[in-house]
């Protein structure tokens, strides 16, 4: 395989799709119509203290749009920047795997032959909605595409889980991860710094605990304090303690470091509405998030991997 090129001191989604595909890759998100088990009663309700109405999939596209209609209007957007580029269909509002495995089956089949150009599939899921039956599905669309799984974890410490009312443990995350990488599905595993009553150190940890899994990948962002969710009516109502930017950019270079070098970043910042939005701020400047992390890394002189301990 070819090496990635180095346009940052890790290894970031953009190079990865750039050298496995030859062209620019974009995300296409799609919005299947799913709900969420921490939803309906069947996990929990209320859904996670920081998921937002439409399901942490506030930039899909229009659910009540056949999925054909939302991916051309999509691409043409895309196609107005990069005419030339290849697509991921991308799954993200709620629990993308929370249906009967044969209707995932057609809905993922109809995704991946919207268009020729479309080189994989993502399925946003929880870690306790991927029995062996879905699991069987996704390896045999495997055969057709490349499928990427986005497992929400956030945090592996229970107290904090319980606090978020996330519904599932670190060994629903563990086993379905388990379970996906001997089906050969790579797995990008979802980490949100800054919840309630975490320390640095706790941050670090659950980023160790990912890294020792062998996770293919990873996406890091700051907990967005948003209107309309559980998290910002306890802000409101007793605004706790929320990480700077320069706290942020150290926390999220430790975890760089501690991640083995081959482990693909997908993200190190987040999209929040800006409508919805309550804090911190700082989260809607994400470039300037980025530049602080790269200069961080020049000035500590380290890299992705610095402090790893395990290479996939
Ligand atoms: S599992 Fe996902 S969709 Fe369901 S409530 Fe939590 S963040 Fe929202």
Same mark, same amino acid.
């Given at each position: 395989?070819?090496?990635?090129?180095?346009?940052?001191?890790?290894?970031?989604?953009?190079?990865?799709?750039?050298?496995?595909?030859?062209?620019?890759?974009?995300?296409?998100?799609?919005?299947?119509?799913?709900?969420?088990?921490?939803?309906?009663?069947?996990?929990?309700?209320?859904?996670?203290?920081?998921?937002?109405?439409?399901?942490?999939?506030?930039?899909?596209?229009?659910?009540?749009?056949?999925?054909?209609?939302?991916?051309?209007?999509?691409?043409?957007?895309?196609?107005?920047?990069?005419?030339?580029?290849?697509?991921?269909?991308?799954?993200?509002?709620?629990?993308?795997?929370?249906?009967?495995?044969?209707?995932?089956?057609?809905?993922?089949?109809?995704?991946?032959?919207?268009?020729?150009?479309?080189?994989?599939?993502?399925?946003?899921?929880?870690?306790?909605?991927?029995?062996?039956?879905?699991?069987?599905?996704?390896?045999?669309?495997?055969?057709?595409?490349?499928?990427?799984?986005?497992?929400?974890?956030?945090?592996?410490?229970?107290?904090?889980?319980?606090?978020?009312?996330?519904?599932?443990?670190?060994?629903?995350?563990?086993?379905?991860?388990?379970?996906?990488?001997?089906?050969?599905?790579?797995?990008?595993?979802?980490?949100?710094?800054? !919840?309630?009553?975490?320390?640095?150190?706790?941050? @670090?940890? /659950?980023?160790?605990?990912? %890294? &020792? =899994?062998?996770? $293919?990948?990873?996406?890091?962002?700051?907990?967005?304090?948003?209107?309309?969710?559980?998290?910002?009516?306890?802000?409101?109502?007793?605004?706790?303690?929320?990480?700077?930017?320069?706290?942020?950019?150290?926390?999220?270079?430790?975890?760089?470091? !501690?991640?083995?070098?081959?482990?693909?970043?997908? @993200?190190? /910042?987040?999209?929040?509405? %800006? &409508? =919805?939005?309550? $804090?911190?701020?700082?989260?809607?400047?994400?470039?300037?998030?980025?530049?602080?992390?790269?200069?961080?890394?020049?000035?500590?002189?380290?890299?992705?991997?610095?402090?790893?301990?395990?290479?996939?």
């Amino acid at each position: 395989m070819r090496k990635p090129p180095e346009t940052k001191r890790y290894h970031t989604l953009t190079d990865e799709l750039s050298t496995r595909y030859g062209k620019k890759t974009f995300k296409i998100a799609l919005d299947g119509s799913f709900t969420c088990p921490n939803r309906d009663g069947a996990k929990g309700t209320g859904g996670c203290a920081f998921c937002s109405l439409r399901g942490s999939g506030d930039f899909a596209g229009d659910r009540t749009r056949q999925l054909a209609d939302q991916f051309s209007e999509r691409l043409a957007l895309m196609k107005r920047k990069w005419p030339d580029g290849k697509y991921i269909v991308y799954f993200q509002a709620f629990t993308n795997t929370y249906a009967d495995p044969k209707h995932l089956q057609e809905l993922y089949e109809s995704a991946i032959n919207l268009d020729p150009d479309i080189v994989g599939l993502n399925v946003g899921t929880r870690p306790d909605c991927l029995d062996d039956a879905v699991v069987a599905v996704l390896k045999e669309l495997a055969s057709k595409t490349d499928v990427t799984v986005e497992l929400g974890l956030q945090t592996i410490h229970p107290g904090t889980q319980a606090a978020m009312n996330l519904c599932y443990a670190t060994d629903d995350f563990d086993d379905a991860v388990v379970r996906l990488r001997s089906a050969r599905i790579p797995v990008v595993a979802h980490v949100i710094d800054g !919840l309630p009553d975490e320390t640095p150190e706790m941050m @670090r940890e /659950t980023i160790r605990h990912v %890294a &020792a =899994l062998g996770v $293919a990948g990873v996406k890091i962002h700051m907990l967005h304090v948003m209107n309309g969710t559980a998290v910002g009516a306890r802000y409101a109502a007793d605004p706790f303690p929320l990480l700077t930017l320069t706290e942020y950019v150290s926390i999220v270079c430790d975890q760089l470091e !501690l991640l083995p070098p081959d482990v693909v970043i997908h @993200r190190l /910042t987040g999209d929040a509405p %800006a &409508a =919805l939005l309550i $804090a911190p701020e700082w989260t809607k400047k994400k470039f300037v998030v980025q530049n602080e992390i790269d200069k961080e890394l020049r000035r500590r002189d380290t890299r992705q991997g610095s402090k790893a301990t395990r290479s996939l």
